[in-house]
């Protein structure tokens, strides 16, 4: 009886000790995958240029908190808004599979979070890993409410590119002197836009060349003969940047979270939106240099091209070295932007593979115009306008994925035209043609049919004036086909097409008077906006949105609504 006793012991101690191996081996790295956070919206007094001023922040923050996580991780984000505005989180390059619900454009995915409201956002990171962001979704508030993102790859999986010493983030913003959301409303009702604001910033601090006797300025101190992984994000409003370091060259390894083959520069480009990660070598002789921004703006109009310094401080330096300016690119060097661009390949590696479809189901062409619509109660009789496709969308009042996940009659209508409903000669200079945009009272969006091929060739015109547009999609990376100068020409421009490694992004630019071809697949169920990182045009309309359709059964379906979600 004792010995039985005692093996019956032994047993029961080994099944306890099997269990707790069990437990620590996958459950607590399983409870480790979950990221939480609390963003607690507020307003706060901020001193960055020459004074304080109240501002919408983030825990206080300006930037906001960096989101930390990894590829494979479940991330739990609890926004409670305490600002007098209402708000909407959206987490830029998050791809969301059939969770639309958690992707954050007020009233396109969901109903705003009113104050003192608050709304868990909860997604997971499947297949991603690199440098993102989240930003407010409504309004300007994205202004000052943003902050980075970090994946990294699983546990175990390497960079393709070599290790770095250290990691740092670079997040390109701009800076208003007054209350950003009252000078909109001003320029809304005098129809004109609102003032261009006062300053670049990075990391939240213009740097020591704006004329102010406080000098704020970012400084990342650097250590003779190790490498650096910079983390840069272009989080303007309004303006696409050149960005430099002086006596030094970057290593571009990665847009939008994705891996691309590296190539040597001495300027990179990054229009709103848009992420890139940078390598750099502390090569040069021990001293400061300046990392600089300048705007990049080819057509003869108003932008704040106030140069935004940060110091990149080799160890042991005294503070009182004089550092060194970049040599930028004129803010007018279109060659040079479209030179940077074309470098720009996928990375195309069995690991890493470019899945460009080579088969496209639906054909897409839309026109990109700028205009004057009447306006008895504006300064000049007309509101600035702009459209695709000659039209300007409208903002629903209730959130569009609700409607239609709840088939909701009336919200919106899905007949947007796939092609402009009159051809002209897009790039002509001058244009005469006044082509008014249509007047909508809801918004017009596409059907797309789930897991059909799309290309898209987003077409600039000269309706006002030509400009260059970073264009955003939700929910979707896609594939950089191709792009020109001038009118597309559907006969002869496809066979340049680039399908073998062509860029994967979520954010691109179209060249001004230009056209750019974009290729995805559409297998992701539900709502997904496209717009203008532009704030100016797409708060004038810049915008539409794609309905994909589930797929066969509830594994390619939207998933239901949070209990949270937010009501209108």
């Known amino acids: 009886m004792g010995l039985a006793s005692s093996s019956n012991n032994f047993n029961y101690v080994y099944k306890c000790l099997i269990f707790m191996i069990f437990l620590a081996k996958f459950l607590l790295p399983l409870e480790a995958a979950v990221k939480t956070y609390q963003f607690d919206i507020q307003v706060k007094n901020v001193s960055r240029l020459c004074h304080a001023k109240p501002i919408v922040t983030v825990n206080g923050m300006y930037p906001g908190p960096t989101v930390y996580a990894r590829e494979g991780d479940q991330v739990l984000i609890n926004v409670t808004n305490h600002a007098q505005y209402n708000m909407s989180i959206h987490w830029h390059g998050l791809k969301q599979y059939r969770n639309g619900w958690a992707d954050g454009p007020a009233y396109i995915t969901q109903c705003p979070i009113q104050t003192g409201k608050s709304y868990t956002y909860d997604f997971n990171i499947t297949g991603q890993r690199g440098t993102l962001w989240w930003h407010a979704h409504i309004s300007w508030l994205r202004a000052t409410v943003y902050g980075a993102i970090v994946i990294m790859p699983k546990e175990g999986t390497p960079y393709p590119f070599p290790q770095p010493h250290l990691e740092a983030n670079l997040v390109f913003g701009e800076w208003w002197n007054t209350d950003v959301e009252t000078l909109v409303k001003q320029g809304d009702q005098l129809g004109l836009p609102p003032n261009m604001s006062d300053a670049h910033t990075i990391n939240g601090k213009p740097g020591p060349l704006f004329p102010c006797s406080e000098k704020h300025t970012y400084a990342l101190e650097v250590e003779q003969g190790k490498t650096y992984l910079l983390r840069i994000i272009n989080a303007a409003l309004n303006d696409e940047l050149f960005f430099g370091i002086a006596g030094h060259t970057m290593t571009v390894v990665e ?59 080799y160890k042991g330096v005294p503070n009182t070295v004089i550092p060194s300016l970049p040599q930028l690119p004129t803010p007018n060097d279109t060659r040079f932007a479209m030179s ?229």
Not at 255 to 282: C, E, H, M, S, W
Request: glycine fraction near 6%; charged fraction near 15%; charge should be positive.
């Open 255 to 313: 847009i939008d979270a994705v891996y691309v083959k590296p190539f040597t520069t001495q300027t990179i480009l990054i229009a709103p939106g848009q992420t890139t990660n940078v390598l750099v070598r502390a090569d040069q002789a021990p001293s400061r240099y300046f990392m600089a921004t300048r705007t990049f703006m080819d057509v003869p109009i108003p932008v704040d091209n106030k140069t935004a310094t940060a110091i990149l401080q």
């Open 340 to 568: 940077y661009n074309n470098k720009l390949r996928s990375l195309n590696t069995p690991q890493f593979p470019a899945n460009v479809p080579l088969k496209v189901d639906r054909k897409l062409f839309y026109t990109i115009g700028l205009g004057a619509n009447p306006c008895p109660t504006c300064l000049n009789g007309t509101r600035l306008t702009a459209s695709l496709n000659n039209i300007t969308f409208v903002m629903p009042k209730t959130a569009l994925l609700q409607a239609h996940y709840f088939n909701i009659n009336g919200v919106f209508r899905d007949d947007f035209p796939d092609k402009p409903p009159t051809a002209f000669n897009y790039t002509g200079a001058p244009l005469t043609a006044n082509l008014r945009t249509e007047q909508l009272t809801r918004p017009r969006i596409s059907k797309i049919a789930f897991n059909s091929t799309v290309e898209l060739v987003l077409q600039d015109t000269n309706l006002l004036t030509v400009e260059s547009h970073p264009f955003h999609l939700h929910g979707y990376n896609f594939f950089v086909v191709g792009t020109g100068i001038g009118n597309f020409d559907p006969a002869k421009d496809p066979a340049k097409f680039n399908l073998v490694d062509p860029p994967e992004r979520n954010t691109v630019g179209v060249p001004t008077g230009g056209w750019t071809a974009i290729r995805f697949r559409a297998d992701n169920p539900g709502v997904w906006f496209m717009h203008c990182h532009l704030e100016l045009h797409t708060g004038w309309g810049l915008k539409t949105a794609f309905v994909v359709e589930n797929g066969p059964g509830p594994e390619y379906s939207i998933l239901p609504p949070p209990k949270d979600l937010p009501s209108c």
